[in-house]
Nanobody
Framework: QVQLVESGGGLVQSGGSLRLSCAASGSIYSIYVMGWYRQAPGKQRELVARITKSGVTYYAGSVRGRLIISSDNAKNTMYLQMSGLKPEDTAVYYC????????????WGQGTQVTVSS
């Protein structure tokens, strides 16, 4: 089993920045890929970005250039640096572990709320 705990969400004005963190624990030796997803009110959960243990990344087109995924393998922590935030970025952001670069894994965090005011 893998446990994922997100942090760093909050309320920010349009154009502002936030950094989300996802701390992984448990059987993380089996995890090669992690990612961020988000779910806005009334919408389906969607991919934000994914990253392999070796640092290869994959982004959804809508966030490329504004949101940057990274990870610190020594700390078993993944990050999402968000800048130039827009009201449409408002969502619950979820950490995901496992799977491939292009497909989600089986492990999910509880989510952290990001709200961008206009």
């Amino acid at each position: 089993q893998v446990q994922l705990v997100e942090s760093g969400g909050g309320l920010v004005q349009s154009g502002g920045s936030l950094r989300l963190s996802c701390a992984a624990s448990g059987s993380i030796y089996s995890i090669y890929v992690m990612g961020w997803y988000r779910q806005a009110p009334g919408k389906q959960r969607e991919l934000v970005a994914r990253i392999t243990k070796s640092g290869v990344t994959y982004y959804a087109g809508s966030v490329r250039g504004r949101l940057i995924i990274s990870s610190d393998n020594a700390k078993n922590t993944m990050y999402l640096q968000m800048s130039g935030l827009k009201p449409e970025d408002t969502a619950v952001y979820y950490c995901n572990a496992g799977g491939t670069l292009f497909q989600e894994g089986d492990y999910w965090g509880q989510g952290t709320q990001v709200t961008v005011s206009s």
